[in-house]
Nanobody, 116 residues
Framework: QVQLVESGGGLVQPGGSLRLSCAASGFAFSIYAMSWYRQAPGKERELVAA????????NYADSVKGRFTISRDNVKKTVLLQMNSLKPEDTAVYYCNAQRALFKYWGQGTQVTVSS
């Protein structure tokens, strides 16, 4: 069955870094666009970063440009989100997403908390 398993979340101080990882299985990973979304308490889920199926074009929310980097490995079937210069407003549950046409899959999420 389709699985997206996120890892790497945790508690970090402002200005720190975390790297999130998403391991995919059960579908043709290399032909899916992959994204990271996040949802803070009381807020709607928002797109953080996206990468095309071939690992080429990427897209970032304005709030994370220059601080976050998305990448993928189609052999290992993983997608990473390197997060630097973290801010308290980055605190949220981060979700991995795979999408191709009408097919859309979600992971269970990983908590990121930025606090001193």
């Amino acid at each position: 069955q389709v699985q997206l398993v996120e890892s790497g979340g945790g508690l970090v101080q402002p200005g720190g870094s975390l790297r999130l990882s998403c391991a995919a299985s059960g579908f043709a990973f290399s032909i899916y666009a992959m994204s990271w979304y996040r949802q803070a308490p009381g807020k709607e889920r928002e797109l953080v970063a996206a990468i095309s199926s071939g690992g080429g074009p990427t897209n970032y929310a304005d709030s994370v440009k220059g601080r976050f980097t998305i990448s993928r490995d189609n052999v290992k079937k993983t997608v990473l989100l390197q997060m630097n210069s973290l801010k308290p407003e980055d605190t949220a549950v981060y979700y991995c997403n795979a999408q191709r046409a009408l097919f859309k899959y979600w992971g269970q999420g990983t908590q990121v908390t930025v606090s001193s």
